[in-house]
């Protein structure tokens, strides 16, 4: 029985007619099409959505079983990104006033963000450098970038970024910038 089955998920597999479930195997198109009667779009649906309904069911103590383990064989896991434990944001201070957004940014939610900087780079346009601790950068321009954007961005990429607490002990404050000239 085991074999036949092996050789249809060989076969689905070199043809390129599947996806890979959450548990790494090929999910055919005729599953797929299941999936999404049973409510599920494998296109769409990450595996980590279907652990916190998983985890969420267990604390509303029902018992969830089968319908995490359809979830499951219908996800896909998501790419795991690479979390860097500090950030730079460089901007010219000119431009900060032009631009509203990253304005917003700078005042209201950097401050908010664990170890992220922002450097005032005259004439610089605005990017975002995250840095490793062996010395390798990343730098994403972030120019006409929403401010949510900006902190969705900074929260997916930062080592422990969030913070709730309206002030961070030891955080710079965006009200002081020192300007040249």
Not at 2 to 9: D, K, M, T, Y
Not at 78 to 104: G, V
Not at 106 to 121: F, G, M, T
Not at 150 to 161: D, G, T, Y
Request: charged share 30%.
């Amino acid at each position: 029985k085991l074999l036949p089955l092996l050789v249809v998920l060989c076969a689905a597999q070199e043809n390129g007619t599947c996806l890979i479930d959450g548990a790494g195997a090929c999910v055919e198109a005729n599953q797929s099409a299941q999936c999404k009667v049973q409510g599920f779009d494998p296109e769409k649906l990450g595996c980590k959505t279907c652990r916190v309904l998983e985890k969420r069911l267990k604390e509303a103590a029902v018992d969830g079983k089968a319908l995490t383990s359809q979830c499951l064989a219908c996800c896909t896991e998501e790419p795991i990104l690479e979390l860097f434990p500090k950030a730079r944001l460089i901007a010219d201070a000119q431009q900060q006033e032009r631009d509203q957004d990253l304005h917003d940014f700078i005042k209201r939610k950097a401050p908010r963000i664990r170890n992220l900087e922002v450097d005032y780079q005259a004439g610089s346009s605005p990017a975002v450098e995250l840095e490793q601790t062996d010395g390798r950068v990343l730098r994403a321009d972030v120019r006409d970038w929403k401010s949510d954007h900006l902190v969705q961005f900074l929260n997916l990429r930062l080592e422990s970024a969030e913070n709730d607490d309206v002030g961070v002990a030891g955080a710079w404050s965006a009200e002081i910038q020192s300007c040249s000239g």
